[in-house]
């Protein structure tokens, strides 16, 4: 049985997370604490030297990345097509046109797979990192040019996901009529905004969105695809810690008093 | 025949140009002066609304992202396996031991092109284009603390790319024996650190790759797999701009005698 390992305050994390218990996936799920520092400890390290997570273990193969993680189990575990199109064997005797079909569907659905790295992941990632996460989380200084830089490239995602991704709203879903990989890694990283909540003065996700209500009914549509218990689970972790930011943002003011 | 949109300035348009050239692939290459905006005139974003190079047009498919063009062109023109693992349709006879191995070494090669993305190509991509690039060819104000963001992650990827990657000298590519895209996205994105000339008090490109000689010969391999007359031709316009950059920075202290 392969194992994962990960920690739900990570957003490729919870991707994975999600695929696996959507569909009941054989795979041991083993908790890493980012916040204690686990993920650079020795005994992590031996198994991934990068020291990241998501990780997966599976007999010889060490894998790193979300996206080739969910791949790859959709590949192994013959997932339904949608999330991951290639991944089912296709008969060789489709005929040419068909063929022709599944390659355009397999490159729009790659295309959205790798768009979200330097996009959504890379503004989303450098703006809560570098106001919330950096200081409070690992102890180390913000950068307020870095979190503006991931803002703007944020602003910009978010405007190219509306318009161009979800086809100004006659796509459900990133890759089309149906929930795939790509839309589990954009979704992951959006929700992590919530914990903005820590820094009232900087841009909060309701607000990010609001000039977007199509990457927010995609946003529900998501969550509706995998389904809400699920979905909320695996965000669990994150919404208790948005909490506890969310109170110690509003106790701070009256301290001040 | 499709027609691929690309400006050799561009570290991902050349990726694709190599891999077309490379297999004498019936396409049509149109080139963009991202210099002269043309990027963001209305009729390239009639194109590619998301006004990037570089961009496929195949008949009804348009397709962004470099690393998603190659897999497509891959697929499209059954290239050798090992540029995209996959891409040959494998015959649905193969041996349950066969079929998991060729899984396996799908996912090695999907982790490669996945963590490009966030590592060697948001690294150079930050660094060069917050000290030069983004002053000189789009007038666009620097961000000293984002390149310095970019120098962080570069220098990190280069490690993990010595060490993880490459097996520290034991496999002469990113995913194995023989060169894939990832190779061809890397190294044509650490090749556009040479612009760096233009600036001599920030690291050069031999100084990141001082600490790292199996990166360094990694990078030799590359063009000889790709082909010596091929690489250097791909990269005949960044050779001259660089060329341009160093006279400019050499006369730089003479003028201010």
Redesign the interface.
Known sequence: MPTLYIDLMSQPSRACYILCKKHGLPVDVQMIRLDKGEHKKPAYLQIN??GKVPFLV?G??R???????M??LC??YSLPDNWHP?SS????QAAAHQQQQE??R???Y??A???Q??NI??GCM?LVFHTVIGPRVFKVPA?P??AA?GLKVLQQALK?ME??WLGGGSRPFLTGQQVSTPDLLCVCDLEQLRMMVAEPSQPQLEQLLAPHPIVRQWMAAVRAAVGPALYDEAHGKLAAAVARLAAAAAAKPAARL
Chains 1, 2 share one sequence.
């Open positions: 030297p990068l599976d010889d193969l894998l790193p990345e979300s996206a080739a993680i791949a790859y590949d192994k290639g064997s296709s008969s060789g390659q355009q397999r490159a729009v790659e295309s797979v790798h768009w790295h330097l992941r890379a450098r950068v040019q870095v830089d190219d318009s161009y």
